[in-house]
Every structure is written in structure tokens, then in C-alpha cells.
């Protein structure tokens, strides 16, 4: 079974611009969560889409905001990115959510200038 | 309200040597828990899971963590580390509907030859 890929790998990007991730979980997986990873504050929830709805969401301001296709594929969309966007976006898909396993994709990392 | 402590952000073995990554975790519900590893440049991956079963729960690559209410901890173990153990590793806690989970900060593992 293919495992979750994230595209593009690498972005940069500079301030003001928007940007669009991408995420393509395992096959029957109806679950897809974001999480953003920086140096400063860790690993940090932004939203959970389940059969395309947004179940949960994090505390993260409304310029970052996703969805979720009928083949399960989420895409993440940051607009008018600031210079404390740059981070690695990780994108995790699972059957039922996040209290089952989590297959983690390896990541698009954002650079913001 | 729900929390984890990972209480090491460094552990340095030798290799051969017993490892133990702790975590403590605060929940107001039966979590469920989890440890992670990443690889630099890599996703997350899971190693073992914890979810109302057997105290003592077995993982991958010979890892082991057990469950102890009373202490509210999670500590992760494996008798003999192995140079390829080198990564950081993140406990993770998810209340039993999956509405929230937390990421611990990560302990970063150092395997000395």
C-alpha cells in the first residue's frame, strides 16, 4: 500500500503571498489531520478533515484553513503568509481519527522570506 | 484539560545501553497515548499505542511502553539501543473521542558509538 505523500517537498514563498499543500493519504483512509512543526513551538494541531468535513480544528488564525476532495486528498491553503508560517506542514491520515493509528506523510517544508 | 510532559529534552545512551524516554500526561478522560519517532527530514512514525488494553504495550524496532494511572505516566523503553534509535521521539495524548490531541515537545535521542 502506497503511503501518504505531500507535495511539493519544498516552497518558498515571501510574505503577503498565499500558498496552497497538498496531501494524499492511504488508500481507504477517510481521515486527514494537519499539524504544523517549528523549532519554537513544537508540533501543533490545525484541522482534521473527515469524509470532506472539517471535524476539528486548532487554534491557528483564519488564514490557514483546508479541505477535503470525495477521494479523501486534503489540501492546506495559508494566505498572506507571514514570516512565522515558515515551518514543516505535516499531514497524517487514518481510518476512523486521530484516537487510531496516524500514518504521517513526510512533510512539505514552507519557507517564508 | 488535557497536557504531556515529555521530561527530557535530551537523552544521550551508548549504544548497547538501556534507553528510557519519559512522559507524564494529564487527562480528564481514558486517553488514548502514543509515542512517535521522526527521523531527521523524515515524517512521524508510530511506534506503539496505548488504548485501554494491556498496561504494558509492545511497539517496533523493540521499543516497549507501559501505562501506569497512578503515576500518570508513559515512559518509553528498550533494553539495548541501537545506533539507528538515534531521532526524536514525541508522546502524544488523545482524549477518547479524538477532539484533541497534544504532542509533547520531543526528547532528542543521542546514540553514542
Known amino acids: 500500500k502506497a503511503g501518504v505523500t505531500q507535495t511539493p517537498r519544498y516552497l518558498i514563498k515571501t510574505r503577503g503571498q498565499q500558498v496552497t499543500l497538498s496531501c494524499s493519504p492511504i488508500s481507504g483512509h477517510r481521515s486527514v489531520s494537519w499539524y504544523q512543526q517549528t523549532p519554537g513551538q513544537g508540533l501543533q494541531f490545525l484541522f482534521e478533515y473527515f469524509s470532506e468535513t472539517q471535524r476539528n480544528k486548532g487554534n491557528f488564525p483564519g488564514r490557514f484553513s483546508g479541505r477535503q476532495f470525495s477521494n479523501s486528498r486534503s489540501e492546506m491553503n495559508v494566505s498572506t503568509l507571514e514570516l512565522g508560517d515558515s515551518a514543516l506542514y505535516l499531514c497524517?491520515?487514518?481510518?476512523?481519527?486521530?484516537?487510531?493509528?496516524?500514518?504521517f506523510g513526510p512533510g512539505t517544508r514552507l519557507t517564508v522570506l | 484539560a488535557q497536557s504531556v510532559t515529555q521530561l527530557d529534552s535530551h537523552v544521550s545512551v551508548s549504544e548497547g545501553t538501556p534507553v528510557l524516554l519519559r512522559c507524564n500526561y494529564s487527562s480528564s478522560y481514558s486517553p488514548s497515548l502514543f509515542w512517535y519517532v521522526q527521523h531527521p527530514n523524515k515524517g512521524l512514525q508510530l511506534l506503539l499505542k496505548?488504548?485501554?488494553?494491556?498496561?504494558l504495550v509492545k511497539g517496533i524496532n523493540g521499543f516497549e511502553a507501559e501505562f501506569k494511572k497512578s503515576e500518570t505516566s508513559f515512559h518509553l523503553t528498550k533494553p539495548s539501543a541501537h545506533m539507528s534509535d538515534a531521532a526524536e521521539y514525541f508522546c502524544v495524548v488523545s482524549d477518547t473521542g479524538g477532539f484533541k490531541t497534544i504532542f509533547g515537545a520531543g526528547t532528542r535521542l543521542f546514540v553514542k558509538a
Open positions: 496505548y488504548t485501554s488494553a494491556a498496561t
Open positions: 497524517a491520515s487514518s481510518v476512523t481519527g486521530r484516537t487510531d493509528t496516524q500514518y
